[in-house]
């Protein structure tokens, strides 16, 4: 059974250009959450979703990034306009359910820099 | 989720135990005590999970105190792959049925640096 899939590994933009992050979840996993960890910091939620739907998405900055999970394919996240503040690891998370008596399977996360 | 207190780091040797303490005075009912840790440039992985009586896996050993106000993940011989981050969560079991958020909420954790 693989794990969490995510691609690329790492990505390098350009000032202004748009980053497309992709997370395939574990095979029967219906919940997905993004997290993000900047450099030299611990790891905060950005956006958790269940398929086709977007249930919280507290943790997203308000402008330039969205996400979406839907009914066919990988979870993306999108980040338009990447500024340098932006660099971080991102990475995914898949759970079966989304109690808190599940765990969560991340995956090896996407290195995005931002030149 | 409510709050945990962890120290900052803590060593251990090589192929000795290694007790990592997690306080959580502000438990309710319903959260589940998870641990996660973190190697160097990796994702998060799973470590263990428990609501009250203590529990075992392959990895860990995690112990609740009766009160559930503090739990103690022990690793039973530290290997120099167990260096990481250790993440002391607790997470509401009635998201799914309209309680907290579904996410995991991350502190700081436990730098765990084993030597050889």
């Known amino acids: 059974n693989a794990g969490v899939m995510q691609n690329p590994r790492h990505l390098v933009r350009r000032r202004g250009q748009e980053a497309r992050l992709r997370c395939s979840p574990m095979?029967?996993?219906?919940?997905v959450y993004w997290y993000r960890q900047l450099p030299e910091e611990g790891l905060k939620f950005m956006v958790y979703?269940?398929?086709?739907?977007?249930?919280?998405e507290s943790g997203m900055p308000k402008e330039r990034f969205s996400a979406e999970f839907p009914k066919e394919g990988p979870s993306i996240l999108r980040i338009q306009q990447v500024v340098r503040g932006d660099s971080a690891a991102y990475f995914c998370?898949?759970?079966?359910?989304?109690?808190?008596?599940?765990?969560?399977?991340f995956g090896p996360g996407t290195r995005l820099t931002v030149t | 989720d409510a709050k945990t207190t962890q120290p900052n780091s803590m060593e251990s040797n090589e192929e000795e135990p290694v007790h990592l303490p997690c306080n959580h005075s502000t438990i309710s009912g319903t959260d589940y005590i998870h641990w996660y840790r973190q190697l160097p440039s990796q994702g998060p992985e799973y470590v263990i999970h428990?609501?009250?009586s203590n529990v075992n896996n392959r990895m860990a050993s995690l112990a609740i105190a009766e009160d559930r106000k503090s739990s103690t993940l022990i690793l039973h011989r530290a290997t120099l792959r167990d260096a990481a981050v250790y993440y002391c969560?607790?997470?509401?079991?009635?998201?799914?049925?309209?309680?907290?958020?579904?996410?995991?909420?991350f502190g700081k954790g436990t730098k765990l640096s084993v030597k050889p």
């Open positions: 979703l269940q398929k086709e739907n977007i249930i919280d």
């Open positions: 428990g609501l009250t």
């Open positions: 969560i607790l997470r509401d079991v009635g998201w799914a049925y309209g309680g907290s958020q579904g996410n995991l909420i």
């Open positions: 998370a898949s759970s079966p359910s989304g109690s808190g008596s599940d765990e969560q399977y």
């Open positions: 095979k029967g996993h219906s919940h």
